[in-house]
């Protein structure tokens, strides 16, 4: 089963208390378009696409997330989150919301310049915003194109629950000078 319900009740609650108070946020996608499931954390993203707020700055990264960090540094989020494939011991499709000071526990399936810790840490002190990774484990990361059915399935669900979890007014203040 994918994301099962007492799992996705989890990443939810998660998701919902780590976007708690959020005011600008930032969702990049991260993975590579020929490495099938790893390309997931960038399907989510576009699939966010027109339907979050204007506080919410969606980047398809693809494998070099450090490219961006301007652009997330100049749209100073209060939250910063990063999606990815990542190989955590679960069942394709899973998906877990992690703190970068823990990654060093999971075994991190990457395709990165820089590695995403190091990365994160970077944001964080240039930003001052929360970071955080949800990363999702991938059934297949071998050369190709389209997602297993496991992780296309999770990535609509991720949808549709950063659709309910991130901010949705309008923001109180002006965004010229963004």
């Keep these: 089963m994918i994301l099962v ?12 208390e780590w976007f708690s108070g959020a005011k600008r946020v930032v969702v990049a996608g991260i993975g590579n ?8 954390g960038v399907r989510i993203v576009q699939g966010l696409r027109g ?7 969606l980047i398809e990264c693809e494998t070099a997330p450090e490219g961006f960090t301007q652009q997330i540094v100049d749209f100073k989020p209060t939250q910063v989150l990063l999606i ?3 190989l955590l011991e679960l069942k394709p499709g899973e998906a877990r919301l992690v703190d970068p000071a823990k990654l060093t526990t999971f075994p991190v399936y990457s395709t ?3 590695p995403l810790r190091l990365f994160c840490e970077y944001l964080a ?7 955080g990774l949800l990363l999702i484990q991938p059934r297949k990361t071998d050369f190709g194109e389209g997602l297993s059915q496991e992780v296309a399935q999770a990535t609509r669900v991720v949808v549709n629950t950063l ?6 007014e309008a923001s109180p203040w002006s965004t010229k000078g963004f």
Excluded: C, N
């Design 5 to 16: 319900s007492d799992q996705r009740s989890s990443v939810e609650r998660d998701l919902r």
């Design 112 to 114: 990165h310049m820089l």
């Design 84 to 86: 990815d494939a990542a």
């Design 51 to 57: 339907k979050v707020s204007g506080r919410v700055l």
């Design 163 to 168: 659709i309910d979890v991130v901010p949705r």
């Design 125 to 131: 002190q240039t930003t001052k915003a929360r970071i």
């Design 33 to 40: 378009p020929i490495r099938m499931d790893d390309f997931v």
